[in-house]
């Protein structure tokens, strides 16, 4: 079974500072992908960055990225120039490839931006 | 990515009635999902919904407490019925999305708005 653990329940950061968010996963497959959702007040659920298993390079979106350490599974993402919008709860989620396409969730980091 | 919509955005219901939550896509889509977010808490997957089948549901939730449709690849619904305060929590549907090129999913989830079941 997929287990996905945030350690942090809530980080700080100042605006146009960079910070990190941690999560560590474990999964029997070799085949799989890992994401990062945001969800800010609002409640919707925005898909951040995906990263697949395997794939060596780590993913980019802009402001964001990931260290993706394969072997000691771990997949933290990296906010670049934290901007006030940034502000949200983050999940990290694992899915496996091939099968019920179950996506399973961490418990969520709280990210406050500060100004 | 698709677009989908859900309504209705939040309710408040009393206990013991049944609310029906709907979801749209903008696309057709094979593979939709249902997800419970109790308050303070992570998501958890109800069911997943495939066009032309029943609904395959995950442990601990039921299809007589949570039945689901999908009568088309751009639509589903969620009811939840015989609601207790316990049933108040988000309610997401998410879809994976289908790359044109070959006609097959991206493995990636995208999420409705939810909607936010209050019941007193």
């Known amino acids: 079974a997929q287990t996905v653990t945030q350690s942090q329940p809530e980080m700080s950061v100042q605006e146009a500072e960079t910070v990190t968010l941690s999560c560590t996963y474990d999964?029997?497959?070799?085949?799989?992908?890992l994401f990062w959702y945001k969800q800010p007040p609002s409640r919707q659920m925005i898909l951040v960055i995906r990263?697949?298993?395997?794939?060596?390079q780590n993913a980019t979106e802009n402001r964001f990225s990931v260290n993706f350490q394969k072997a000691a599974k771990s997949f933290s993402l990296k906010i670049s120039d934290s901007q006030l919008g940034d502000a949200a709860m983050y999940f990290c989620?694992?899915?496996?490839?091939?099968?019920?396409?179950?996506?399973?969730f961490g418990k969520g980091t709280k990210l406050t931006v500060n100004p | 990515s698709a677009v989908i919509s859900q309504k209705p955005s939040r309710d408040i219901c009393q206990r013991g009635t049944s609310l029906t939550i709907q979801c749209q896509v903008d696309?057709?889509?094979?593979?939709m999902f249902w997800y419970r977010q109790q308050p303070g808490q992570s998501l958890t997957l109800i069911a997943t919904?495939?066009?032309?089948?029943?609904?395959?549901?995950e442990s601990g939730f039921v299809i007589d407490k949570f039945p689901i449709s999908r009568p088309n690849l751009t639509f589903s619904t969620l009811t939840v019925s015989n609601m207790s305060p316990e049933d108040s929590s988000i309610y997401l549907c998410?879809?994976?999305?289908?790359?044109?090129?070959?006609?097959?999913?991206?493995?990636?989830?995208?999420f409705g708005p939810g909607t936010r079941l209050t019941v007193l």
């Open positions: 919904a495939n066009q032309g089948s029943e609904a395959t549901y």
């Open positions: 990263q697949e298993a395997y794939k060596q």
């Open positions: 998410s879809v994976e999305d289908t790359d044109p090129r070959w006609g097959g999913t991206t493995d990636t989830q995208y």
């Open positions: 999964t029997s497959e070799s085949d799989y992908y």
């Open positions: 989620a694992s899915l496996t490839q091939g099968g019920s396409e179950k996506l399973v």
């Open positions: 696309s057709q889509v094979t593979m």
